[in-house]
């Protein structure tokens, strides 16, 4: 990267991504090397006071079929009236995609830097792996649910009872172009300020 340098295949892709429903996704996504370069690209976010507040579990099918059954059980405690399509849900939450990842805030109380800066910091880098999987040609789909709310849950997707899942990140491959959403008017939401008027 130098000053003034101007990628405009990154800018044109930045217009264009969009995420992928769930139901299309299929196999086989990205092998470990992929992810892991995903991931490393996912850490490059603004971070103040260099604290890295933020770490990444990757789940595959096979681990999130373990974890979904976990995570039915629970949720069946929680709301003992669920339907069997609703549990079906849970069991599912994590092996829909050939990897989900979970991007976790590991924010905690720091003498200078708020919590919530280090909050942002962890949804830049779920935004980064969004970005970058969508770059690589993959499916991409960013999820969360009840479970990051409540203490029991996050311990069943691994979290310690401090972190947060700042969300799930689903990667996969798919074959068919899915249509865009309306996006915001643009304009509408920006102004210019000039300071309070003076008295
Ligand atoms: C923090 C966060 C959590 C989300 N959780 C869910 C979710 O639980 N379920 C869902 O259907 N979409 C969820 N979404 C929205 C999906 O990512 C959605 O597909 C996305 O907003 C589509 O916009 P895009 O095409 O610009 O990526 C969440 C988004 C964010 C930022």
Same mark, same amino acid.
């Given at each position: 990267? *130098?000053?003034?340098?101007? $990628?405009?295949? #990154?800018?044109?892709?930045?217009? /264009?991504? %969009? ?18 370069? @995903?991931?490393?690209?996912? &850490?490059?976010?603004?971070? $103040? ?7 990444? =579990? =990757?789940?595959?099918? !096979?681990? +999130?079929? /373990? ?6 059980? @629970?949720?069946?405690? /929680? ?6 399509? !609703? @549990?079906? /849900?849970?069991? %599912? ?5 050939? #990897?989900?990842?979970? #991007?976790?805030? *590991? ?23 969004? &970005?970058?999987? &969508?770059?690589? +040609?993959?499916?991409?789909?960013? #999820? &969360? ?6 203490? !029991? ?8 009872? $401090? !972190?947060?899942?700042? +969300?799930?990140? $689903? ?14 008017? *643009?304009?509408?939401? =920006?102004? *210019?300020?000039? +300071?309070?008027?003076?008295?």
């Amino acid at each position: 990267m *130098t000053p003034g340098e101007r $990628h405009e295949s #990154v800018l044109s892709f930045l217009e /264009r991504r %969009k995420s992928v429903p769930l139901s299309q996704f299929r196999g086989p996504g990205p092998d470990e090397p992929t992810l892991r370069r @995903l991931i490393g690209i996912a &850490t490059r976010v603004p971070d $103040h006071g260099r604290l890295e507040p933020w770490r990444f =579990i =990757i789940y595959r099918p !096979e681990h +999130g079929a /373990r974890i979904g059954e976990a995570l039915a059980e @629970l949720a069946l405690r /929680r709301n003992p009236q669920m339907r069997e399509d !609703e @549990l079906d /849900r849970e069991r %599912k939450r994590l092996s829909r995609a050939p #990897v989900a990842v979970g #991007v976790v805030s *590991t924010a905690a109380e720091h003498e200078r830097i708020p919590v919530w800066e280090q909050f942002l910091s962890a949804g830049a880098a779920a935004m980064n792996l969004v &970005t970058a999987a &969508t770059a690589h +040609g993959y499916a991409v789909n960013w #999820v &969360t649910g009840w479970y990051s709310d409540d203490a !029991e849950a996050r311990a069943v997707l691994g979290l310690s009872p $401090h !972190e947060r899942m700042a +969300g799930i990140v $689903h990667i996969g491959d798919y074959d068919t172009m899915v249509p865009d959403r309306p996006r915001p008017d *643009t304009d509408a939401l =920006i102004s *210019t300020y000039g +300071g309070p008027a003076r008295a």
